[in-house]
Nanobody
Framework: QVQLVESGGGLAQPGGSLRLSCVIV????????MGWYRQAPGKQRDMVAT???????NYAGSVKGRFTIARDNAKATVYLQMNNLKPDDTAVYYC???????????????WGQGTQVTVSS
């Protein structure tokens, strides 16, 4: 059974940084496209960043230039480095194991438990 375990959330001040980690358990990360999503209270879950098995990345417009997604297949871990955080980044962040076809990411059914990120002074 595939599981995703997130960590690294917490409280940050505006302009600060956090790094989220997502460990995949039960299968190899190699060959798997991965994504980070977030959901703020009362809002839908939105894509933040995705990375294909080959390392191609895609970002939501609101985080482009501030967030970086990366993968370490040897450690079975996907990271989300978040810099210059803003209050609007406050949400629960989820890791997802999906697939990519012709450069487009398709979310899968496996999600992590979520990690809370709060940006406030």
């Amino acid at each position: 059974q595939v599981q995703l375990v997130e960590s690294g959330g917490g409280l940050a001040q505006p302009g600060g940084s956090l790094r989220l980690s997502c460990v995949i358990v039960g299968t190899t990360l190699r060959g798997t496209a991965m994504g980070w999503y977030r959901q703020a209270p009362g809002k839908q879950r939105d894509m933040v960043a995705t990375i294909t098995a080959g390392g191609a990345t895609n970002y939501a417009g609101s985080v482009k230039g501030r967030f970086t997604i990366a993968r370490d297949n040897a450690k079975a871990t996907v990271y989300l480095q978040m810099n210059n955080l803003k209050p609007d980044d406050t949400a629960v962040y989820y890791c997802n194991a999906g697939s990519s076809i012709s450069g487009s990411y398709y979310s899968g059914n496996v999600w992590g438990q979520g990690t809370q990120v709060t940006v406030s002074s």
